[in-house]
């Protein structure tokens, strides 16, 4: 179940056209467990934890003179997200052994 949620974790972040720092900060945080789990193999920590930073607000804002609407952050943010995470592939989920379901027996 947490490699689904890793999954579509990766798909919005590297192809939404307009994502709030709410969404963007949960997203990045499944990622990085991805990353942590070894799902990202071309993806490091460095890279989730740069974009934690730059995909803020202020950071967007400092980049411009002018005061920027939610709506045009949401919209850079998007477009930031997905040229940065272009270099990482989807995650690679390790094949579970044959016969283990991912529940565990109770006696």
Request: a positive charge.
């Amino acid at each position: 179940m947490v490699f689904n949620h890793i999954g579509r974790a990766y798909g919005i972040l590297a192809n939404a056209h307009s994502i709030s720092s709410k969404e963007t900060m949960n997203l990045l945080s499944l990622m990085k467990l991805g990353v942590d789990l070894d799902e990202f193999p071309s993806a490091s920590r460095a890279l989730i934890d740069e974009l934690f930073i730059i995909t803020q607000p202020a950071h967007l804002q400092k980049q411009f003179t002018e005061k920027l609407a939610a709506e045009e952050r949401d919209l850079l943010r998007a477009d930031m997200l997905r040229d940065r995470l272009r270099v990482v592939s989807r995650p690679n989920p390790k094949p579970k052994p044959p016969g283990a379901s991912g529940v565990e027996k109770r006696n």
